[in-house]
């Protein structure tokens, strides 16, 4: 922390460089030229407020910064996470858990990583980690992630701070760390998929003075900027956050660009016994609706025309707004006993437009296309918890008890929806003429007001037992009381309703062989029920998964490594199938994931650190009449990544850190839900980044190059829709320049 002279420094410092940077701020927001709630208000209003309170009359004296470690104030989890290791986390009980006492493959994305890596999607921030891969994105407008094969987007698998997220985009600039629970874990969060949980968590206030400013550029054209700044407000334990953001670049491929504005501020009162935290953070997004390439169904492979090449037109835009607010009390009542409740809302509205590509002739080119566009859809959560935490000694064994309630409101609304008739207008992929397509406008009331209500609300018990000095057993039970209604239509219809209870349970066993190593195995199950927009053919039993987790763990003074083997068993999934140009959904009886995953994240020397990952699934479907024998849609059976960084130490006036890696992955499947299957290639991309860090105008300055994809390879990612599968691309070899200002 800083005290009496530190803190005369960087005030000094503070007023001597305030006044230029403003104006610095303002050009560059005046720049960007933003619309609604403006980047260029924000920081304008930031230079304004940024004053402190406890700013005192300084002596000009003082030109340099001397070298001060400052220990931000954080979530539960990161002050255990040094550089690329991590050693706890709150995903896998609800508790700040030491990674190694939790029966179950935790995985966590640090800070520094994060830094270093760069970037700007939730699934390129996951690439380091096993068993996780990009899922069904809805044209790169929602955030999808696989875990162990099973999800997709609007999954309820996302959270932010530990309450369940709807936002489209969850990996904002607020992201301080993010950490996945794969396996099923409907005891700890209700209604999932068995694939597991990823936790976004956000930056907090802090009760130390600390601000940065900085800019980045990309090769594609455009770049951003942000204002992130966070202090104590007086000496009583009020702490704020302030963070804006303004990103606008031009998209890779032939036409398109992305927008984002962020502003989120933050407080919070430490008061020792008791923190409150308050945080809002607003966004407004326009991105590119990209369903990417086709299948060429005559060769099973994918259309042999540039990458770079749309087959859509450029009103296919996404736009829209998010909104999330959280509300956060922890009491300690005792030494042993605690509380915390959580509130948490998020929101969604959007609109779209798209030309969509419906079926292609490979040998002519011609591409049928129909206008689509979705008008006036949101989806909003209100989420609430309680929990109550006590540690106590009962019949000579210690227990962690933890006991809670939870409640889920999420609502989901997609107002007109408009299909055109398919076009034939003249578009041929070999020579795309565009412009040609109208702009979607006819409105199919039968496919319009599509709804889909959710309420749920839980109790659930969990209790950790410490036998002796090396067994630890982990059990609990849930109990989910659930209603959920979806429907479409103008007159409404209600096609499923389902309106029922599911008790789940977990158990797992921790034996400690030393202080820095365990071995354990976990038994799991999780629930979702089985509703559907789309007419059901039959009944829709509720999907159910049940998990077999066995694995060892590693937790050193440098490294953390996980090494684990599952099974996972889900019945009942639901799936779509196109029937004369309509989509309807039915039950394929069963599917099956099992492989072994192993990660390993820290340091090899005091210079050298790694983040390294393999794994190998068995993901297909075991039980259905059409589907049976086939892989999971997007699943490599192989999937393997490094990234290496060095600290070279003080090279010059400054200090110089390098990294470079390479994740790799075998062929994956596309069905077309109709019993055939397409194999895209694996692939290969490498990535590397140099940053150097020096004293500048008497503040730390870091100056970071960043290469993605560097041998510039082409790589598919995931698929999209029925028939003749939309196959999404990952990005060509892109340059990144970023400088960050801290003071």
Same mark, same amino acid.
Not at 76 to 84: H, N, T
Not at 304 to 324: K, M, V
């Given at each position: 922390?800083?005290?009496?002279?530190?803190?005369?420094?960087?005030?000094?410092?503070?007023?001597?460089?305030?006044?230029?940077?403003?104006?610095?701020?303002?050009?560059?927001?005046?720049?960007?030229?933003?619309?609604?709630?403006?980047?260029?208000?924000?920081?304008?209003?930031?230079?304004?407020?940024?004053?402190?309170?406890?700013?005192?009359?300084?002596?000009?004296?003082?030109?340099?910064?001397?070298?001060?470690?400052?220990?931000?104030?954080?979530?539960?989890?990161?002050?255990?996470?040094? @550089?690329? !290791?991590?050693?706890?986390?709150?995903?896998?009980?609800? $508790?700040?858990? =030491? #990674? &190694?006492?939790?029966?179950? /493959? %935790?995985?966590?994305?640090?800070?520094?990583?994060?830094?270093?890596?760069?970037?700007?999607?939730?699934?390129?921030?996951?690439?380091?980690?096993?068993?996780?891969?990009?899922?069904?994105?809805?044209?790169?407008?929602?955030?999808?992630?696989?875990?162990?094969?099973?999800?997709?987007?609007?999954?309820?698998?996302?959270?932010?701070?530990?309450?369940?997220?709807?936002?489209?985009?969850?990996?904002?600039?607020?992201?301080?760390?993010?950490?996945?629970?794969?396996?099923?874990?409907?005891?700890?969060? @209700?209604? !999932?998929?068995?694939?597991?949980?990823?936790?976004?968590? $956000?930056?907090? =206030? #802090? &009760?130390?003075?600390?601000? /940065? %400013?900085?800019?980045?550029?990309?090769?594609?054209?455009?770049?951003?900027?942000?204002?992130?700044?966070?202090?104590?407000?007086?000496?009583?334990?009020?702490?704020?956050?302030?963070?804006?953001?303004?990103?606008?670049?031009?998209?890779?491929?032939?036409?398109?660009?992305?927008?984002?504005?962020?502003?989120?501020?933050?407080?919070?009162?430490?008061?020792?016994?008791?923190?409150?935290?308050?945080?809002?953070?607003?966004?407004?997004?326009?991105?590119?609706?990209?369903?990417?390439?086709?299948?060429?169904?005559?060769?099973?492979?994918?259309?042999?025309?540039?990458?770079?090449?749309?087959?859509?037109?450029?009103?296919?835009?996404? /736009?829209?707004?998010?909104?999330?607010?959280?509300?956060?009390?922890?009491?300690?009542?005792?030494?042993?006993?605690?509380?915390?409740?959580?509130?948490?809302?998020?929101?969604?509205?959007?609109?779209?437009?798209?030309?969509?590509?419906?079926?292609?002739?490979?040998?002519?080119?011609?591409?049928?296309?129909?206008?689509?566009?979705?008008?006036?859809?949101?989806?909003?959560?209100?989420?609430?918890?309680?929990?109550?935490?006590?540690?106590?000694?009962?019949?000579?064994?210690?227990?962690?008890?933890?006991?809670?309630?939870?409640?889920?409101?999420?609502?989901?609304?997609?107002?007109?929806?408009?299909?055109?008739?398919?076009?034939?207008?003249?578009?041929?992929?070999?020579?795309?003429?565009?412009?040609?397509?109208?702009?979607?406008?006819?409105?199919?009331?039968?496919?319009?007001?599509?709804?889909?209500?959710?309420?749920?609300?839980?109790?659930?018990?969990?209790?950790?037992?410490?036998?002796?000095?090396?067994?630890?057993?982990?059990?609990?039970?849930?109990?989910?009381?659930?209603?959920?209604?979806?429907?479409?239509?103008?007159?409404?219809?209600?096609?499923?309703?389902?309106?029922?209870?599911?008790?789940?349970?977990?158990?797992?066993?921790?034996?400690?062989?030393?202080?820095?190593?365990?071995?354990?195995?976990?038994?799991?199950?999780?629930?979702?029920?089985?509703?559907?927009?789309?007419?059901?053919?039959?009944?829709?039993?509720?999907?159910?998964?049940?998990?077999?987790?066995?694995?060892?763990?590693?937790?050193?003074?440098?490294?953390?490594?996980?090494?684990?083997?599952?099974?996972?068993?889900?019945?009942?999934?639901?799936?779509?199938?196109?029937?004369?140009?309509?989509?309807?959904?039915?039950?394929?009886?069963?599917?099956?994931?099992?492989?072994?995953?192993?990660?390993?994240?820290?340091?090899?020397?005091?210079?050298?650190?790694?983040?390294?990952?393999?794994?190998?699934?068995?993901?297909?479907?075991?039980?259905?009449?059409?589907?049976?024998?086939?892989?999971?849609?997007?699943?490599?059976?192989?999937?393997?990544?490094?990234?290496?960084?060095?600290?070279?130490?003080?090279?010059?006036?400054?200090?110089?850190?390098?990294?470079?890696?390479?994740?790799?992955?075998?062929?994956?499947?596309?069905?077309?839900?109709?019993?055939?299957?397409?194999?895209?290639?694996?692939?290969?991309?490498?990535?590397?980044?140099?940053?150097?860090?020096?004293?500048?105008?008497?503040?730390?300055?870091?100056?970071?190059?960043?290469?993605?994809?560097?041998?510039?390879?082409?790589?598919?990612?995931?698929?999209?829709?029925?028939?003749?599968?939309?196959?999404?691309?990952?990005?060509?070899?892109?340059?990144?320049?970023?400088?960050?200002?801290?003071?």
């Amino acid at each position: 922390m800083l005290h009496g002279e530190e803190f005369h420094l960087v005030d000094r410092l503070y007023e001597r460089h305030h006044s230029w940077l403003c104006r610095w701020l303002r050009g560059l927001a005046a720049r960007a030229a933003p619309r609604r709630i403006s980047l260029r208000s924000s920081l304008s209003l930031a230079c304004l407020g940024a004053t402190p309170v406890w700013a005192q009359p300084i002596n000009d004296a003082a030109t340099t910064l001397p070298s001060v470690t400052v220990k931000a104030r954080s979530d539960s989890g990161e002050s255990a996470a040094q @550089g690329y !290791q991590a050693r706890s986390a709150s995903v896998g009980t609800r $508790t700040d858990a =030491p #990674l &190694l006492e939790v029966p179950q /493959s %935790v995985n966590v994305v640090t800070r520094e990583y994060l830094q270093d890596r760069a970037p700007t999607a939730l699934d390129e921030a996951l690439l380091g980690i096993s068993g996780v891969k990009q899922g069904n994105t809805l044209g790169g407008t929602q955030d999808s992630i696989r875990k162990r094969g099973f999800g997709t987007n609007r999954d309820n698998s996302i959270y932010r701070d530990g309450m369940q997220s709807v936002q489209a985009r969850n990996f904002t600039p607020t992201t301080e760390r993010i950490e996945v629970l794969k396996g099923p874990s409907s005891m700890l969060y @209700g209604i !999932q998929d068995p694939g597991g949980v990823i936790n976004v968590i $956000t930056k907090k =206030p #802090l &009760l130390q003075r600390q601000g /940065s %400013v900085s800019a980045w550029g990309t090769s594609f054209g455009g770049g951003g900027a942000q204002l992130d700044l966070a202090g104590p407000m007086g000496s009583n334990g009020l702490a704020y956050r302030l963070i804006a953001d303004e990103q606008r670049y031009d998209y890779w491929r032939n036409f398109g660009n992305i927008r984002q504005q962020v502003i989120a501020p933050s407080l919070a009162w430490y008061g020792g016994a008791t923190n409150v935290i308050a945080a809002y953070e607003h966004m407004e997004y326009s991105v590119p609706f990209d369903r990417g390439t086709q299948i060429d169904t005559r060769t099973g492979k994918v259309l042999a025309i540039p990458r770079s090449r749309r087959l859509d037109e450029p009103f296919n835009i996404t /736009s829209g707004r998010s909104d999330s607010l959280t509300l956060r009390l922890d009491h300690r009542l005792s030494d042993a006993w605690s509380l915390r409740a959580n509130y948490g809302y998020s929101s969604n509205y959007y609109n779209d437009y798209q030309a969509r590509a419906m079926s292609v002739d490979g040998v002519t080119g011609r591409l049928t296309r129909r206008g689509d566009a979705t008008r006036d859809a949101r989806q909003d959560a209100h989420v609430f918890s309680a929990t109550l935490l006590g540690k106590l000694r009962a019949g000579g064994t210690a227990h962690e008890l933890l006991m809670g309630v939870d409640y889920l409101r999420n609502y989901r609304f997609l107002g007109d929806l408009i299909r055109d008739r398919p076009s034939n207008t003249r578009f041929n992929i070999y020579n795309p003429v565009y412009g040609q397509m109208t702009l979607p406008s006819m409105v199919s009331a039968a496919d319009s007001d599509q709804t889909d209500k959710l309420r749920s609300a839980a109790l659930f018990i969990q209790d950790t037992a410490y036998l002796g000095d090396r067994w630890i057993v982990t059990g609990g039970l849930r109990y989910d009381k659930y209603d959920e209604l979806t429907g479409k239509g103008r007159p409404f219809r209600t096609n499923t309703h389902a309106n029922d209870g599911k008790a789940v349970p977990r158990l797992g066993v921790t034996y400690l062989l030393r202080p820095q190593w365990s071995v354990y195995g976990s038994y799991a199950k999780s629930f979702r029920p089985n509703t559907s927009i789309a007419t059901p053919i039959g009944d829709l039993p509720p999907e159910q998964g049940t998990a077999w987790e066995f694995g060892t763990k590693w937790v050193g003074e440098d490294l953390t490594a996980t090494a684990a083997v599952f099974d996972i068993t889900k019945s009942n999934v639901q799936t779509n199938v196109l029937i004369d140009g309509l989509y309807y959904t039915r039950v394929t009886g069963r599917a099956r994931s099992r492989g072994f995953e192993f990660d390993l994240n820290g340091r090899l020397t005091s210079a050298l650190s790694i983040v390294a990952s393999y794994a190998y699934a068995d993901a297909r479907t075991t039980e259905d009449p059409i589907l049976k024998g086939q892989p999971l849609d997007g699943v490599s059976r192989h999937t393997a990544s490094v990234f290496l960084t060095r600290g070279f130490g003080t090279v010059g006036a400054g200090r110089l850190r390098a990294g470079a890696g390479m994740r790799a992955f075998s062929k994956w499947g596309a069905g077309d839900g109709r019993g055939k299957v397409y194999h895209l290639p694996g692939g290969a991309v490498a990535d590397a980044f140099i940053a150097y860090e020096m004293p500048m105008f008497g503040q730390r300055v870091n100056l970071q190059f960043n290469v993605k994809n560097l041998f510039d390879k082409t790589t598919y990612t995931s698929n999209s829709g029925l028939g003749s599968p939309a196959i999404a691309m990952g990005e060509p070899r892109q340059f990144v320049v970023r400088a960050r200002a801290d003071f």
